[in-house]
């Protein structure tokens, strides 16, 4: 299921954005946050600290530290995390200095970027939406204490794509006054 989900983001991400010149695409709104292109990167640079040890889980090549096998706050911290990160913003968070995205001038091929990883994440969560991953964890790539469920792990990653997804339209709307396709 949230194999699907990323393809749909995908496809929405190139439907609202694919279209747009590069200056759009690197034009901060009147509040200074982030451009489009900045919610972008910030995704292609927090998916990529997790997608090596996603894949190294996928080919079982990953070996659980004790750590990971008994935090007690396992479900605890992914439920809390997916929720604080998902789409609907409960609160406003400061992007962790490893997430942070660049303030450089992205080309067009930023979203043709965002598109190769996407179509990486949906081959690792076909293999890892499988029950034999269930038990999987990892930790996460921000805080050596914060270890997560692999299927948290991805579901955290789609909620995280959704709030900035929403927030790149709104920023485009906000902008621009183009309304969401």
Not at 124 to 143: C, D, G, H, N, Q
Request: hydrophobic residues 40%.
């Amino acid at each position: 299921m949230l194999a699907k989900d990323i393809l749909q983001i995908t496809e929405n991400t190139i439907k609202e954005f694919g279209n747009l010149e590069e200056w759009q695409l690197n034009k901060k709104p009147v509040n200074n946050g982030w451009s489009i292109g900045q919610c972008l990167h910030h995704l292609i640079v927090s998916n990529s600290k997790y997608i090596p040890i996603l894949k190294k889980v996928a080919s079982g090549k990953y070996t659980m530290t004790f750590w990971e096998k008994y935090n007690p706050l396992v479900r605890y911290t992914g439920e809390k995390m997916i929720k604080t990160l998902g789409p609907e913003i409960i609160k406003k968070y400061k992007s962790p200095l490893l997430f942070v995205p660049s303030e450089k001038h992205f080309s067009l091929r930023l979203i043709e970027d965002f598109k190769e990883q996407q179509n990486q994440l949906h081959e690792l969560f076909i293999e890892l939406e499988k029950e034999k991953y269930s038990l999987m964890r990892i930790t996460s790539p921000v805080a050596g204490l914060i270890t997560l469920s692999v299927h948290d792990a991805i579901k955290l990653i789609v909620a995280h794509e959704r709030r900035h997804l929403k927030q790149a339209i709104k920023i485009k709307f906000i902008s621009f006054g183009i309304p969401n396709v």
